[in-house]
């Protein structure tokens, strides 16, 4: 079974600065998906980014962009240019690559980020 | 594009009785949704996956008679949380995965009901 495990239950910057989410996970697949999810206090999950495991290209949305490390098998979200809203929780996602009918998300336990004015 | 309902964004019920929880894709068919609990300052937990006209797979420790999914069109997956008890007071959400998605595992996350068992 794969395991998601974020380490930081908790982080605090100031706006404009730059932070750093970790995340490691545990699988035997070669193939798969990695997401970042943000949950902000409206509970509405947004997809934040993604990163396939075949591509070593590290996935870059505007300030927001990875450290993919699949040896390590590391995955670590940074957020330049902080701003308030990126306050947040933080969920780190693992999916097996794409089986008909069974791309399940295994979620990490998340990080609550907080942007400081 | 791709949004996800889920109504009622909140629920209040005695225990002992039952509540039914929707989740629809607007403007895309879903052949496939999932519905995830969360409880307070935790992360999600999937109960159940659901495949438009066939039954649900349940997760390792979920009731299937207690948490009922149905699934009866592309667009539609209902969840009944049956005989309530307070322990099921929890938040609710629910996902799609397009028919057509544009990336593989693309799902689409609906706001979420919190329920409230008294």
């Known amino acids: 079974a794969q395991t998601v495990t974020q380490s930081q239950p908790e982080m605090s910057v100031q706006e404009a600065e730059t932070v750093t989410l970790s995340c490691t996970y545990d699988?035997?697949?070669?193939?798969?998906?990695l997401f970042w999810y943000k949950q902000p206090p409206s509970r509405q999950m947004i997809l934040v980014i993604r990163?396939?495991?075949?591509?070593?290209q590290n996935a870059t949305e505007n300030r927001f962009s990875v450290n993919f490390q699949k040896a390590a098998k590391s995955f670590s979200l940074k957020i330049s240019d902080s701003q308030l809203g990126d306050t947040a929780m933080y969920f780190c996602a693992f999916m097996k690559q794409f089986v008909q009918g069974a791309q399940k998300l295994v979620f990490g336990q998340g990080t609550r980020l907080t942007i400081n004015p | 594009g791709a949004v996800v309902s889920q109504h009622p964004s909140r629920v209040i019920c005695k225990s002992g009785t039952s509540v039914k929880i929707e989740c629809r894709s607007l403007d895309f068919q879903a052949t496939t949704m999932f519905w995830y609990r969360q409880f307070p300052k935790q992360s999600l937990m999937l109960m159940a996956t659901s495949n438009e006209g066939s039954k649900a797979t349940y997760e390792q420790g979920v009731e299937k008679d207690k948490f009922l999914i149905n699934h009866a069109s592309l667009t539609l997956s209902t969840l009944t949380v049956t005989s309530a008890h307070p322990e099921d007071s929890s938040f609710y959400i629910c996902s799609a995965r397009a028919v057509k998605a544009p990336s593989p595992g693309e799902q689409y996350f609906g706001p979420g009901t919190r329920l409230t068992v008294t």
């Open positions: 699988t035997s697949e070669n193939n798969y998906y």
């Open positions: 990163q396939e495991a075949y591509k070593q």
